[in-house]
């Protein structure tokens, strides 16, 4: 379980120092080039969900975005296994770090905008919550595969 949160307050903190990082550094200079224009360093407020979508569902995204700390931090306790200990503190930390942007950025609390800014080519632009969560999907489907449930066996 302390895995769990660990991994979790690391991917928050990197996520909320990034978009402050970002705001500040960013807001008039859109787009830095780092490899061309093939990966760039792009300012965006984003009212939707992944490639602004349902930009007027903001609220429901909050939602769901509370009810999935609220189910990490219940079956945080039961959780043994290494593995599903990362994946999960990566989904909580990428979770919580969107829905700090949802709280607390304009314009209002559950409404908020989330701070995105990396910007690969052909590909909306992301923020590193939104990395952490798509890392640890692809975690979740790897341990399924390899039956590598959330309680080690051995336990």
Known sequence: MR?????????WGLDLASKIWAVNNLSARNPVEILGS?????LVRNPGA???????????????????VIVIAFYSSKITSLGWANTLGLLLGGVLGNLTDRLFRSPGFFKGEVIDWLEITNW????LADSAIV?????????????????????
């Open 50 to 68: 992944a490639f602004s979508f349902a930009t007027g569902a903001t609220v429901v995204f909050t939602g769901i975005a509370v009810a999935a």
């Open 135 to 155: 890392v640890a999907a692809f975690l979740a489907i790897v341990l399924t595969i390899r039956n590598v449930g959330p309680v080690d066996a051995a336990k």
């Open 124 to 127: 909306p632009v992301f923020n």
């Open 3 to 11: 895995r769990l949160y660990l991994v979790a307050a690391l991917t």
């Open 38 to 42: 093939f990966f760039q360093l792009t």
